[in-house]
């Protein structure tokens, strides 16, 4: 229900500033909106209202909406009204009508960063964890702890800053120049990655946030887990599996993962002593592959990542400018994206689909208003540039044939309008079969 419900709310909110924005200009145009729908297909509800009684309605199909204008091409128009008609506004008024829909989806995004910015984001430092042997990182020579300063002069506040840089970087496949908090420079040459690198978790790049080390004490326990059953309790300390000294959680971890359905002897120290606690990890599968799990979680101490944690907050001014600059590189990497996905340089398995999207939404509904008003701000972005692209049937195909007009000093006929929907209806339809394919794969892989 948080999912389902997150993503309606998501929906709602972006389909009516978008057409809002429509209206707006609309009517400032001069331009007379008979409908203002929400969803599609049989009306929810409906009224009019207003100086021109314009039709509001909620459609039973929540996926999108539309303004319906005044237009002498879509039937019969009173003589008294001619002159408020969509089709007799000069082009550049059409093309600020068109255009309008995409800007309040950015204006929204500036606004929601606005707001997160003078709150505080609460992010977490652009400082690396080990990488793993042969990843271009580990040939950089980065190390456990390292702090990025600065990619190729460009400065890094936080891990998503730097995630959100190396994954553009590594579309292009390119040599990137790390700027470290001890004042040492790194090389990254990202050239020989693997063509699916942007489909994975990124491991293949070999930078992951760091990890202060957890001790090796017992947390909660899973009802019923081996852990529980062998009698281990909250707050024991793990001194030894099989005889190997444990020096901190992963070294447990990565035991216990290893060792599948097969009893393992586990050294712990409590009140007055230490005593050894036979326990079977459970047969669990990860990724294609069979782990051990006890069933225990770790104790983690108060403040072990204040260290790592930061956040980015600013005053009214400057909080401005940076929503502005966050919304212009968000949209502009997303128009990078899409274009190197047409070149083939980026697998369209990277395209999301409204059934990804409405998972994310469910999640970051859960982790608070903050996450959630944030993803909705990155979508939103994403519809604007969606919106903007020059393909017939979306504001960008009507912007098109605005430029021609100008051009060439008279509308674009009516055939090649016709043959444009078609083709603009064909581009469509893949862009949402992949999308809904890719978000079917992605179930399927959990």
């Known amino acids: 229900m948080t999912t389902l419900l997150s993503f309606l709310v998501l929906i709602a909110v972006l389909v009516v500033v978008h057409e809002y924005g429509h209206y707006l200009a609309a009517r400032l145009s001069g331009v007379k909106v008979l409908k203002f729908s929400v969803g599609f297909g049989k009306p929810l509800f409906s009224r ?40 007799r506004a000069t082009v550049w008024r059409r093309m600020a009508i068109v255009v309008a829909g995409p800007m309040a989806n950015f204006l929204l995004a500036v606004l929601v960063f606005w707001m997160l910015f003078m709150h505080g984001i609460p992010a977490i430092k652009p ?28 400065e890094i506040r936080t891990f998503a800053d730097l995630r959100l840089s190396l994954v553009e970087a590594a579309s292009r496949k390119g040599r990137l120049l790390l700027e470290l908090a001890n004042g040492e420079s790194r090389e990254l040459d990202l050239s020989q990655l693997p063509s699916g690198y942007l489909e994975g978790d990124g491991k293949a790049l ?58 393992v002897q586990v050294l712990v120290g409590a009140q007055g002593g230490e005593r050894a606690l036979p326990m079977i990890p459970a047969s669990v599968e990860e990724n294609g592959r069979i782990i051990g799990r006890v069933g225990v979680a770790p104790a983690i101490p108060d403040g072990l990542f204040e260290a790592v944690r ?8 400057q909080a401005f400018g940076r929503a502005a600059l966050k919304t ?42 903050m996450s959630f008003i944030g993803f909705l701000a990155v979508i939103s972005i ?58 079917v794969l992605r179930l399927l892989n959990g």
Request: proline letters at 6%; hydrophobic letters at 40%; one cysteine or more.
């Open 127 to 154: 400082i690396v964890g080990e990488p793993a042997k042969g990843t271009p990182a580990a040939l950089a020579g980065l190390r456990d702890g390292d702090e990025i300063l600065r990619i190729d002069g460009v």
């Open 310 to 317: 930061t956040e980015e907050r600013h005053g009214p001014v």
């Open 328 to 369: 212009w590189e968000t949209a502009t990497f997303s128009l990078k994206m899409l274009g190197r996905m047409v070149l083939g340089q980026v697998s369209w398995r990277n395209l999301s689909g409204p059934v990804s999207i409405a998972d994310y939404a469910g999640q970051t509904a859960q982790q608070g208003w």
């Open 382 to 439: 994403g519809l604007g540039v969606i919106n903007l692209l020059p393909i017939p049937l979306l504001d960008g195909g009507h912007l098109m044939y605005y430029f021609v007009e100008l051009l060439r000093g008279r509308p674009v006929s009516e055939r090649v309008m016709e043959m444009g929907a078609r083709f603009g209806m064909a581009i469509i339809g893949t862009l949402i079969f992949l999308a809904l394919y890719n978000d």
């Open 48 to 87: 009019c209202m207003g100086r021109d009684n314009t039709e509001w309605t909620i459609g039973v199909l929540p996926l999108g909406g539309y303004v319906k204008m005044l237009d002498e091409r879509e039937g019969e128009v009173d003589s008294g009204e001619v002159h408020r008609a969509f089709n």
């Open 206 to 263: 070999g930078i992951e946030p760091y990890m202060p080390p957890l001790p090796a004490v017992a947390g909660q326990l899973m009802k019923g887990g081996a852990a529980e059953k062998a009698g281990l309790k909250p707050g024991e300390r793990i001194l030894a599996v099989d005889g190997k000294s444990i020096n901190d959680w992963q070294d447990f971890a990565e035991l216990i993962r290893s060792s599948p359905g097969i009893e």
